[in-house]
């Protein structure tokens, strides 16, 4: 490979010394002459940047002192008469001009340097970001949405957000709401040349429905005699899906109960041509007059759909717009930007001929001062990091003294949902041809052979990935990886295993711990990363094996007010401030350490509290404040909840900076803190995927690789084509119009190929030694299911029996790290006094009458338990069932009207409760219970008037009075619960029978 090749694209696997590459590339440009301060080298994070330049220096400076590395060096840049020591004097006098860093941080240098040939004159540029950011935006946005609400476009806009936020009830409105208007603001300064919602791309208005759906279905029902039937009960069937569809209200999203016949229906008419084939147990055709009607009546009602859709989207687009309005006048013009602002005024150049001859000015000063491009990361470049950056790089790469140099890998492009577009490879190659040099690197100077084996056993499995995940699978390209020869040597080899472990989630970390143990991690001189998919599991990973003794730290974003008992109590404690009247944040505080040392401090009363405490904040600032406050207990905590104090602290300290906070902007500034946490150097660091980008590690154990099908196709909630973007109709809809179809397969790829990446991602991690836990596949689970759990599991051809399904290597591998002195020691508790019980304690099902029954039954009841967890209102949006038996099942049972009336809200003023816990006092006995799902129907006031109590039964009796009669004491139990908590309210129970299909009400 020529390093110093003008323009050179590499693309580098994982572990294949991109870094290095980087940091050669650098050194050789400077050997040769070029100022340091003329390269440009950028990546996505302050630590990789942070490591690129500590890569640069330490290479120089073991060059400049010895001859033999300098010689070593010298070869590989094919520079015979390099002088490292003047190199190194060049670069440590260039430093402060020296720009390796982020992108982020170069467009905010570039913008503050150039802001007014930008155009931006209203005020001093000030980069906006963190709760700073929020604070300011929230203010905005709280303002917009008050009067949205009360204008006649609001309605539109509400069910927009109740639509985009169903299954996510868990957020609070206000960070719902954030979230929502934030996303669509985003398309909105990115795709404003698209047209919202056009009118036209659905042919027709959503009341186009009510007018024309009583004709076309008289016209099939008059041909309903014409048709040859195949069998028994088919007419019958299409009767009740036609009246079922011509039932159907616009906008609700899915269709009102009806046998599998409807579904089928809706396969059939997605050919235009030709009768329909149906099939139901049998195929039959409809055709004639009938079936053209018919295929009518499904086509029109899907286009209504869309046409709601689409007016919805117009309605966003509004409120959108004038937030964004707003986000200019207040806060743009003023000079006060975020990181998106900075990309978008930097790729302005695009849109008109005023921002091309402004950009141009400012390129013309530029081009002089930079001329050698290092691109790192390319494949998580977003379309505005790119044009920001492709003037600039342009003319480097053209003729003259500049060059160029991408590094990147598709197979790690992970970070699409930020605006990473892997697509920008081809592009790149296709924009440079001839004068871009293209090297590969797929040698792996991280992972030994054994791990390397499991990465291409699983990686390099492309046929199962057809198989699997269809055309998506062609977007994978593959290059076996193999170790480099230094790790190929005895010494140095280790472990890759796969394990399937009985149970779910709960189970797989038991055998977590069993299996840090077994390896000795906390007690050998090795580093450990457990893997998993979210931010909330890196918080439960970490406090469970920190409960088993490990040293833990967790990587990512870390919330100080809500993940540690210390940050609540002085989240509460400031939310008491800035409102005395909050008697739960004050009783919070009493109940915590920190109460006995406030009272010993300011006295007995918490007014003389409260007094105190203002009067500290005002004279000193909050922060100091904090840090008196919690001064008594600092000594009795641990270094993890003093960390934690010291996040409050440190925020408060910035707040405090700025000079004239209330108590209750430092009550919100801590209600919304994130702090970045970087690995640290705990024995076992648990962090998401996404986060370990970048990182090795000796040991790498991954016990989530979800199981969910790929992609989960209630996320396809925005679809764009050529020059349009909307909101997305309904599954069914979608499927019956092209434009939505081709959208979404496109989406359906994009998201597959990421997951791909991801798990790429996750095995390529490990050193030494690779574990993965699987939960085993139910009973009923497809064996062409989509997801990643089952590719991992095809790939090593497990059979989902309990155990190890494959290995490589043997754990002895470990013994090549010596024992660090340390043992594992679980914290210290209290030791509480023995229980002293005031009353018998029961399930609320206690009394029920258990007949026998096998695994394969409790697993089956399980599994459609879960199902039904899974279904919120179906009126609203179409269930997302696991593929198989249980979801066969589950939709029939939806498909009986006397059943789906119980999952229709049907604009009522009704709460969902899923999976509900349930403690009372009944008769002196204490009754816990699960409630399967409850309705709670409110009045006009908002009072809980009405109570149903719905609990779904497997059992496979002959008689709905079987299961009244064997569950009534159980079903009795709750009734008297909710009775206790809702006093005014009547009380329904209903046993949902799914072996009957049948639903009892007493």
């Known amino acids: 490979m020529n390093i110093l090749a003008k323009n050179l694209l590499i693309l580098a696997s994982a572990g294949s010394g991109k870094t290095f590459q980087l940091g050669n590339r650098v050194i050789g440009l400077v050997a040769k002459g070029v100022p340091p301060e003329k390269i440009v080298a950028l990546t996505f994070t302050r630590k990789a940047a942070g490591e690129f330049a500590d890569s640069v220096l330490t290479k120089l400076a073991d060059a400049a002192s010895d001859e033999k590395t300098a010689a070593r060096l010298r070869e590989e840049l094919e520079i015979p008469d390099a002088d490292f020591q003047e190199a190194l004097e060049k670069v440590v006098r260039a430093l402060p001009r020296f720009t390796l860093g982020t992108m982020d941080s170069f467009f905010a240098k570039v913008v503050r340097g150039f802001q007014y040939e930008l155009g931006l004159t209203g005020g001093k540029f000030d980069l906006l970001e963190g709760p700073r950011a929020v604070a300011m935006t929230d203010e905005i946005l709280a303002a917009i949405l008050g009067e949205t609400l009360e204008e006649s476009g609001g309605d539109d806009f509400l069910h927009s957000f109740r639509r985009a936020t169903i299954g996510k009830e868990e957020l609070g409105v206000m960070d719902g709401l954030r979230g929502f208007v934030r996303s669509w603001q985003s398309l909105y300064r990115t795709s404003r040349a698209a047209e919202w919602g056009p009118a036209d791309l659905a042919g027709v208005r959503f009341d186009d429905w009510e007018k024309q759906k009583h004709t076309l279905a008289a016209k099939v029902e008059r041909g309903l005699d014409g048709i040859d039937y195949t069998r028994k009960g088919q007419r019958e069937a299409l009767e009740k899906a036609v009246s079922a569809l011509t039932g159907h209200t616009i906008g609700s999203g899915s269709l009102n109960g009806a046998t599998g016949m409807l579904g089928n229906l809706m396969v059939a008419a997605e050919s235009r041509d030709g009768p329909l084939v149906v099939k139901y147990y049998k195929e039959f055709l409809i055709g004639g007059p009938a079936g053209e009607a018919l295929r009518d009546l499904v086509a029109l009602a899907a286009r209504c759909e869309l046409a ?5 989207t117009r309605a966003v687009r509004e409120v959108v717009s004038v937030y964004d309005a707003l986000c200019e006048k207040q806060l743009r013009q003023r000079g006060l930007l975020g990181f998106e602002d900075v990309k978008i005024l930097m790729g302005e150049w695009v849109l008109n001929e005023d921002s091309r001859l402004r950009r141009e000015a400012v390129d013309f000063r530029l081009d002089s001062r930079h001329e050698h491009w290092l691109l790192d990361e390319f494949q998580d470049t977003s379309r505005a990091d790119w044009l920001g950056l492709l003037p600039l790089v342009d003319e480097a790469a053209g003729a003259g003294d500049g060059s160029m140099f991408v590094v990147g890998d ?8 930020r605006g990473g577009e892997v697509g920008l490879f081809d592009e790149v190659m296709a924009r440079y041809g001839g004068d871009l040099e293209i090297e590969p690197m797929a040698e792996s100077w991280r992972s030994c052979p054994e791990v390397l084996a499991l990465v291409n056993q699983v990686c390099g499995d492309t046929a199962t990935m057809r198989e699997l995940f269809g055309d998506a699978a062609a977007m994978w390209q593959w290059q076996q990886h193999v170790s480099a020869a230094p790790l190929a040597v005895p010494h140095k080899h280790g472990e890759a295993r796969v394990e399937v472990v009985e149970g779910k989630w709960e189970e797989r970390l038991e055998r977590l711990g069993g299996l840090l143990d077994e390896l000795g991690v906390g007690t050998r001189g090795m580093t450990c990363g457990v893997l998993v998919r979210s931010n909330a599991k890196v918080r439960e990973v970490a406090d469970v094996l920190r409960a088993k003794g490990f040293d833990v730290i967790e990587e990512g974003r870390r919330e100080p007010s809500k993940d540690n008992p210390v940050g609540i109590t002085l989240n509460h404690l400031l939310k008491w401030l800035a409102n005395p009247a909050d008697a739960f944040s004050r009783e919070v505080v009493a109940m915590s350490p920190l109460g006995p040392a406030l009272a010993a401090g300011y006295g007995d009363y918490w007014q003389q509290v409260w007094e105190g405490l203002l009067g500290i904040a005002s004279e000193s600032g909050f922060s100091r404040m904090v840090g008196q406050v919690v001064e008594s207990c600092w000594a009795d905590w641990s270094d993890f ?32 803190l994130e702090v970045s946490q970087s690995p640290g150097v705990a024995a076992v660091q648990v962090m998401t995927i996404h986060k370990s980008k970048g990182l090795g590690f000796d040991v790498v154990v991954l016990p989530e690789i979800p199981n969910d099908s790929i992609p989960s196709a209630q996320y396809f909630d925005v679809a764009e084509g050529r020059g349009w973007i909307t909101q997305t109709p309904p599954k069914w809809a979608r499927d019956l119009i092209p434009e939505l179809r081709d959208a979404e397969a496109e989406w359906s790829a994009n998201q597959r190929y990421e997951a791909f990446c991801m798990l790429y991602v996750a095995l390529t991690r490990s050193k030494r030694g690779l574990y993965v836990l699987l939960e085993p596949p139910s009973s009923s689970q497809d064996a062409d299911k989509p997801s990643l759990a089952n590719w991992l599991a095809r790939s090593v051809g497990s059979n989902g029996q309990p155990g190890t399904i494959w290995q490589n290597g043997a754990a002895g591998w470990v013994e090549g790290f010596a024992l660090s002195g340390k043992t594992k020691a679980v914290a210290g508790r209290p030791v509480l006094a023995a229980a002293i019980p005031r009353r018998e304690r029961m399930t609320a099902g206690g009394e029920k009458q258990i007949t026998s029954i096998s695994m394969a039954g409790l697993g089956y009841g399980t599994e ?8 919120g209102w179906v009126d609203e949006a179409p269930p997302v069932l696991p593929v198989g038996d249980v979801e066969k ?35 002196g006995k204490w009754l816990s219970g699960v409630m399967d799902r409850v309705h709670l129907h409110r009045d006009a006031d908002g009072v809980v008037s009405r109570v149903e109590i719905i609990d779904f039964k497997t059992d496979p009796v002959e008689e709905i009075s079987e299961l009244v009669e064997r569950y009534s004491a159980q079903m009795g139990a709750y009734r008297e619960m909710m009775r206790q908590t809702c006093p005014a309210a009547s009380v329904e129970c209903v046993l949902l029978s799914t072996h009957l299909a049948r639903a009892e009400v007493f």
């Open 308 to 312: 709601a859709a689409l007016h919805r």
């Open 410 to 417: 598709r197979k790690q492009a992970i970070y699409a949902w």
């Open 641 to 672: 909840d003093r960390r934690r104090a010291g996040d409050v602290m440190t925020a408060l300290a910035s707040l405090d900076a700025q000079g004239g906070a209330t108590p209750q902007e430092a009550a919100e500034w801590i209600e919304r």
């Open 864 to 871: 459609v338990h879960e199902a039904f967890e899974k279904i």
């Open 889 to 923: 099942r589950v939709t029939e049972l939806l498909g009986v009207s006397d059943l789906r009336r119980f999952f229709e809200r049907g604009g009522r003023p009704v709460e969902l409760l899923r999976e509900q816990p349930v403690d009372a006092v009944i008769d």
